[in-house]
């Protein structure tokens, strides 16, 4: 009885040791939560499909694969570059077909998704290749649904809008998460949450200028590149020693054309006042400017720093002296 007892509880914690488990458990749920159990585990029956597929794996020069963006081909044999590209393209096909979409199973080699309507027999499948491309394995392509209606959110998801506002803000930069919201509503016909597309657009411009957080580190190549183009112009970075790390601290910067400029065609005159910035960093942007021979603006220096401290003043004022 002891024996057996403890064969039991070592085979137990073996299994759990293996993860077999959590899978149980977790299959269980989803078993549970879901429709009929089909009379062979999809898995299987999957990868049963694929054994009998032909695939030439000796295909040495393989085209580079794009797919339309805007009206994707999800039939079946279609062919994507990569499982992510195959999500973006599935969701578009939903969206364009105005049925919402189910995603069933989604991993990096497999997806199977069908059409959330009651009853709809619409499914899709497709699973990774030797070389990572996907490829489309079923498609019903027929909807029995009447899911004929203006989509709320869900299938818009922030890659698909990210992808989608990248055209937009490279014709229009500065382009505000509203506008992209109206612009991409108005195209597709759908709506979209603003999170959504706040946080895309955030992306999009992050893939097409780089992330905001990068441009710190780039401080200094603009310095050397300002130096390079345009001798003469002052360019300062003031950083300091936090542990072991070194921050940035302030910021100053007067073109050489800048510099001429006020020397030679300014009244003696300079008018020196900081604004606040707001937003993700917060800070203030001291800046020098002169009058013209048109008693016109005529912007000589700028910086920043992070609050109007006598220190910070100090530091501005004599940066600015070396300049002029
Ligand atoms: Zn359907």
Redesign the pocket.
């Known amino acids: 009885m002891d024996g057996d007892a403890a064969a039991v509880a070592d085979e137990e914690r073996v299994f759990e040791a293996m993860g077999f488990k959590a899978a149980n458990i977790d299959g269980e749920e989803a078993r549970a939560a879901e429709i009929p159990i089909p009379m062979i585990p999809t898995e299987l029956e999957d990868d049963l499909r694929d054994v009998s597929i032909l695939v030439d794996d000796k295909a040495p020069e393989e085209p580079l694969l794009d797919w339309d963006r805007d009206h994707p081909d999800v039939s079946v044999g279609s062919v994507f570059p990569s499982m992510y590209d195959f999500r973006l393209a599935v969701k578009q096909h939903a969206i364009e077909n105005e049925?919402e979409l189910r995603t069933e199973h989604s991993d990096t080699k497999r997806f199977r998704g069908s059409?959330k309507?009651n009853g709809?027999p619409?499914l899709i499948r497709a699973s990774s290749q030797h070389d990572n491309s996907v490829r489309v394995q079923i498609n019903t392509l027929e909807?029995?649904?009447s899911?004929k209606c203006r989509l709320e959110g869900t299938m818009a998801s922030q890659a698909w809008v990210a992808e989608r506002a990248i055209p937009l803000l490279k014709r229009k930069h500065n382009m505000g998460a509203k506008e992209v919201q109206e612009a991409l509503q108005d195209k597709y016909k759908i709506n979209i949450n603003y999170q959504t597309v706040y946080y895309s657009t955030q992306r999009a411009a992050d893939k097409l200028f780089g992330k905001w957080d990068d441009s710190w580190d780039w401080l200094y190549r603009f310095k050397a590149e300002v130096e390079l183009r345009s001798p003469g112009s002052v360019v300062e970075i003031d950083t300091v020693q936090d542990g072991d790390k070194v921050r940035f601290s302030r910021f100053f910067y007067a073109y050489k054309a800048c510099i001429d400029g006020f020397l030679n065609g300014c009244h003696p005159y300079l008018s020196i006042d900081s604004t606040t910035l707001n937003g993700q960093w917060n800070g203030h942007m001291p800046a020098a400017m002169a009058l013209d021979g048109h008693n016109w603006m005529f912007p000589l220096a700028f910086g920043f720093f992070d609050s109007e401290t006598k220190d910070n003043w100090i530091w501005f004022m004599q940066q600015l002296l070396k300049s002029i």
């Open positions: 049925f059409c309507a709809c619409w909807h029995q649904c899911s």
